[in-house]
Structure formats: C-alpha cells, structure tokens
C-alpha cells in the first residue's frame, strides 16, 4: 500500500505530506499535514481503493478554512 501510495504522489503533489502506516488487521493510519479538507478526503479515499484495507485512521491535520 505504502509503494503505491508513493506512486500517486506524482500524480497528486499535494499528497506529498501525508504519512501511511499500516496498523493491524487491515487498518491504515494517514497523518502529516495537507492543505484543505478535500485534499484529506482525497488521501482517504485513494487509500480506500487499496487491495486489504479494511480501515482508515484519517489523522490528517490541515488549516480551518478562511472566513470570508
């Protein structure tokens, strides 16, 4: 999962930041820090896709949006 995921990255820069670690039965842990919420949502859900991964332990922190 951790290869592939570095793969992606190329693809998708703004991933750069985000760690994986693979936890127990099948769970995976995302940490680092990424932009927005959406780009934490997108790491989440490439990992989703991933062959064994049962679980998503999204600790990815990003800023809270701007007021307007």
Known sequence: TKIRFDKLTTRHP????????????????????????????????LVRLEPGVRKIQNDLAFPPPSPE
């Not at 703004?14 to 995976?28: M, R």
């Not at 820090?33 to 790491?43: C, F, I, R, T």
């Open 14 to 45: 703004q991933l750069s930041q985000v760690n994986l670690a693979q936890g127990e039965n099948g769970t995976v842990i995302l940490s680092g820090q990424v932009d927005s919420e959406a780009v934490a949502k997108l790491a989440e859900r």
